[in-house]
């Protein structure tokens, strides 16, 4: 009763599933070729970067916070499935006794062990009209000047911080797409985008010419719930302390649910 057809996921869980084939693609022609060492290197690189790195980080807030059977959420866990899914059959060549304890613990096996199965068939994707790249090079160089605060001891976490990003036309394109869920890639509580040209001079300047940007201390109160600084916190009678995202998606009416596009 939880499967979502891909049409119906959220857009990061649509690129997450567009990047596993990807790597499947990669995957089987090493296996055919016998390069092993490039096998192990596609899965690390997925695992800890694409997955460690971005992904899964994005995701919790959606798995913690979002109705229980609403879209968002169960968008989140199909591409964890479907992920799943690949990655078991990736590593039982090299992996083998992993892989078949990982096979015995999933749900719906095709096949009672992971040695007879088959490589997944091609997936029909649809179209990705968001430009990923662009998002994922934004998000580093926030992480970056994000750790640094709490380093030193200026934000708490990156929930705390409120980004002004001062970016070029291109990549100022790619963010105005996601309007307020970008602060959910970025995993801050506030996003304001700006030209390029208007960084002040104390904006902080980073590895990329195109990417400038400040980070303030949020001086809204803390949802106890998703733990965003949010203006609307202490404003809810019933909820006085939760936000009127979290209201929304503790609410029994589904129509009350708070809506993802995009991440």
């Not at 869980?13 to 016998?34: G, M, S």
């Not at 695992?47 to 913690?64: A, H, N, P, V």
């Not at 030193?152 to 797409?177: H, R």
């Not at 998703?226 to 909820?239: I, R, S």
Request: aromatic share 8%; charged share 25%.
């Amino acid at each position: 009763r939880h499967t979502l057809p891909v049409s119906e996921w959220i857009a990061l869980d649509q690129f997450i599933l567009q990047e596993a084939v990807r790597v499947d693609q990669n995957i089987q022609k090493h296996y055919q070729t016998y390069q092993f060492h490039q096998v192990v290197q596609e899965i690390h690189l997925f695992c800890s970067e694409t997955l460690g790195g971005f992904y899964l980080d994005i995701i919790k807030d959606r798995q913690y916070t979002c109705a229980r059977d609403s879209q968002a959420r169960r968008s989140a866990q199909n591409a964890l499935m479907a992920i799943l899914e690949y990655v078991v059959r990736w590593l039982a060549p090299i992996c083998s006794f992993t892989a078949e304890e990982i096979w015995e613990c999933m749900p719906n096996r095709p096949v009672e062990s992971i040695f007879l199965a088959e490589w997944l068939p091609a997936v029909k994707l649809p179209e990705n009209t968001l430009n990923w790249l662009q998002v994922i090079k934004v998000k580093m160089r926030v992480n970056k000047a994000l750790e640094q605060l709490r380093a030193e001891k200026v934000l708490g976490s990156s929930l705390q911080g409120v980004v002004d990003l001062y970016v070029s036309p291109e990549i100022l394109e790619a963010l105005q797409s996601f309007g307020d869920e970008l602060r959910f890639v970025l995993i801050t509580s506030s996003v304001r985008l700006h030209k390029l040209k208007a960084a002040p001079s104390d904006a902080i300047a980073t590895e990329d010419p195109d990417i400038r940007l400040k980070i303030s201390v949020s001086q809204d109160p803390k949802c106890e719930r998703c733990w965003h600084y949010q203006p609307d916190v202490g404003q809810h009678a019933e909820h006085p302390t939760i936000c009127g995202r979290c209201v929304g998606n503790i609410s029994s009416a589904s129509s009350d649910h708070e809506t993802r596009r995009y991440a």
